[in-house]
């Protein structure tokens, strides 16, 4: 069996930090190890519980955050920015997928490092009017290939929210209980191993027992993005499929889920590329 793995860094234990979250950050070094830890630990209890192949995509910044030489033999480990489909990249054909390190979605109180895929460009995303966390996000692309997420490990405030409501059968692991964007409160590494190692295996049991199912939303599927400035939505609407709502508001309709992945991803690169002409 082959088992999936998505790596964000925001919803890890101990990372409250911007300065966690940058290559050059003063506090970069210590998030990787953290990230590895996890990752090896949750790829090895999918390994013990019959998954034979891990595949792991480090979807975080410029996604080269996992130590690869720390990884065991039967993980894949997909890293580079920007690819396709981006935290969901070579899931497809996977039985099963896991979610670490996810954080809440932009707006959430409590939650460290609320945003929604892009804290630089996006204040707000709608999939067929359904406001989504990344968590929600790339459980529809992955459900619309039948995929079930079967475990997320992150901020308590994801779990609690998008976690609980649109996916009850999901295992959740908190790493971290937030008080504010920058602060937290998380137990002991020893502790987090051993709670991601049950966690792993109460979610196989579920899936074993068909409990876990893929999450799905309409098709065709309807998206709204609410930028944070308004030069970000003029260039979004260059698209003639993309229509104007506000001045940070734009909209269109794609045929399927993974359509819709990418032109949202290719809106938040031009909006990235629009933030670097004008900042230099």
């Known amino acids: 069996m082959r088992a999936f793995v998505s790596l964000d860094l925001e ?3 101990y990372v409250v930090s911007r300065e966690h979250l940058f290559v050059k950050g003063a506090l970069y070094g210590e998030a990787r190890r953290i990230a590895t830890e996890i990752v090896k630990t949750a790829a090895e209890g999918l390994h013990e519980a019959g998954f034979d192949e891990v595949v792991v995509a480090d979807s975080h910044g410029p996604m080269v955050n996992v130590i690869p030489e720390e990884m065991p033999e039967y993980v894949e480990l997909v890293r580079g920015f920007p690819r396709p489909l981006s935290m969901v990249a070579f899931a497809r054909g996977s039985d099963a997928a896991l979610f670490l ?13 609320d945003h ?3 804290g630089a460009s996006v204040d707000r995303l709608e999939i067929n009017g359904v406001e989504v966390s990344e968590f929600l996000l790339n459980a529809y692309l992955l459900g619309s290939w039948g995929i079930p997420v079967i475990l997320v490990g992150g901020d308590r405030r994801l779990i609690e929210t998008d976690v609980k409501k649109h996916a009850p059968w999901v295992v959740g692991v908190p790493f971290k209980e937030s008080v504010s964007r920058y602060a937290a409160k998380s137990p002991g590494m020893g502790r987090i191993r051993s709670m991601l190692e049950a966690g792993v295996r109460e979610a196989v049991e579920r899936l074993e027992r068909g409990d876990a199912k893929p999450l799905v939303t309409d098709e065709p599927v309807h998206v709204r993005i609410r930028f944070l400035s308004s030069s970000f939505a003029d260039t979004a609407e260059l698209l ?21 992945y990418r032109i949202f991803e290719l809106l938040i690169l031009a909006a990235a590329g629009v933030n670097a002409i004008v900042t230099r």
């Open 11 to 13: 919803g890890l234990p």
């Open 101 to 113: 390190g996810y954080h809440a979605k932009a707006g959430s109180a409590g939650a460290t490092f």
């Open 116 to 118: 929604t895929y892009s």
């Open 240 to 260: 003639p499929f993309v229509e104007r709502i506000d001045g940070k508001t734009v909209e269109f309709n794609a045929e399927t889920v993974e359509d819709a």
